[in-house]
């Protein structure tokens, strides 16, 4: 009898744990059992106490899902967080994690969608939806991509490098990154605008796309998601056609 993915949890092993940002770690995991999934779903992870105490945490995939072996987290420390301040301070490689999944169907994207699709993160909102482009990376056929990336300093743009990377390569990707802090100019500076996703820069990215997108993938935190949400039924994207995923209270 198959047993729901959902539902059955599996050990994890860590086998790298690295740096993408002051604040945001990347774990690496190899799964017990084969596990597919598809790009913009997450996992349960849950941490067991020797009293029997237990805290559970969900997190979506930043790996492709052409490996079905492994997947890649991304972890952001939270103030007062249990289980990100554990896997922060404590979690390393060779231990070993509890999770299920994968989790959702709603916010997902296949390669095989190839009309004009805008994405829209803010801060570490970018997790699933790295899992898209990867995924996307590989296709031969690339739909027009828009990609508006919101983040507090330079700093905390996660895979900024490999985001521009994937722009180069391909013509039909445009990044924007926007910055809601002022930074002082340094040599690395990239100089970019400070400024919050507003209703005018939308209009202004999906221009790039040179017609309306018949979807759009919207996460972050629930204030930032409603805010662009509003701005996109605004300009006429029915409501079924955007995607949201969002955390916090």
């Not at 996992?43 to 930043?62: E, H, K, M, N, W």
């Not at 400024?195 to 309306?212: G, P, V, Y």
């Amino acid at each position: 009898m198959n047993i729901d993915p959902v539902r059955e949890w599996q050990i994890a092993t860590v086998t790298s744990v690295n740096d993408e940002s002051p604040r945001v770690k990347l774990f690496k995991l190899d799964l017990a059992n084969e596990t597919k999934f598809r790009a913009g779903q997450y996992f349960d992870i849950r941490l067991t106490a020797p009293d029997g105490y237990q805290a559970q945490r969900s997190y979506s995939v930043t790996s492709s899902p052409e490996d079905s072996n492994s997947i890649e987290l991304a972890i952001e420390l939270i103030a007062d967080g249990e289980v990100s301040a554990y896997f922060h301070e404590i979690v390393k490689p060779d231990d070993q994690i509890e999770l299920r999944g994968p989790i959702g169907g709603h916010f997902t994207l296949s390669p095989n969608f190839t009309k004009p699709v805008l994405l829209v993160a803010g801060g570490s909102g970018i997790a699933p939806i790295i899992s898209m482009l990867r995924h996307r990376r590989s296709s031969t056929r690339i739909a027009p991509t828009v990609l508006m990336f919101s983040v507090r300093t330079e700093a905390d743009a996660l895979f900024a490098q490999e985001l521009e990377d994937m722009a180069q390569e391909n013509p039909n990707l445009h990044i924007i990154i926007a910055l809601t802090r002022s930074e002082s100019e340094t040599p690395d500076s990239k100089q970019r605008e400070t400024r919050r996703i507003d209703r005018s820069m939308i209009d202004s990215a999906i221009t790039k796309l040179a017609e309306q997108p018949a979807r759009a993938y919207v996460c972050g935190g629930t204030d930032f998601v409603e805010s662009i949400g509003n701005h996109l039924l605004d300009i006429g994207l029915a409501y079924h056609d955007i995607r949201t995923e969002r955390f916090g209270p």
